[in-house]
């Protein structure tokens, strides 16, 4: 197959990615109320919307689930999220995991503040990844989602063949929540995000691409 095409889309202060190999699918689709950016991007990389067979939420909280309604309301899309975590996009439920370092729990406490304001526009989850995950050959990617709590009990990674690995917020990189690379400052299970780390460096990732923040060696994660 073609190397897979990787199109980052800044939507709020959340990385969505869409991916084109043979197939079309879209990793995360970001804040409320932003679908026209992400329509933007699609088009700037010449890509039809209506080509996407598959939207993957790394996890159910509001800042990577945002769009998703109005997507499968245009184009029929399938969506995928873990099933501990189906109520966030299912029923609208807001989950705001603990902090984890002082810088954390201060943020913490002020999106605990703003976070009744948010509102997500509600859509059944067609499928639902339990912890074997699934591959992703039959939507044209050469790659495979893997069961990677920690963050959450329902985060997962898209590790594609070619070594690059979507993590949701298993990794933070960048302001408001890090200087540099490294474990995110919110989690529900840090020892549990530190085995999901360990699982990924063994299927042979080279790049991490976080939700908040630019694309990182793994060997970051590694020392
Ligand atoms: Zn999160
Ligand atoms: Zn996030």
Redesign the pocket.
Known sequence: MVPAMIHTIPVG??NCFLIKQKGVILIDTGVPNKAGTIKKYFKKAGIDIKETSLIIHT?G?W??IGNTQIFVKETGVKTALHQFEKSCLEDGTILIPPGVTRWGRFLGYFSRLTSGRVKIKTVKVDISIDDKGFDLSEYGIEGKVVYTPGHSSGSVSVVLDSGEAFV??MAMNGFPFRKGPGLPV?AEDLPLLRKSWQKLIETGVKTVFP??GKPFSIEKIKV
């Open positions: 202060f959340t996890h909280h800042d990577h949701g917020d919110f939700s908040h």
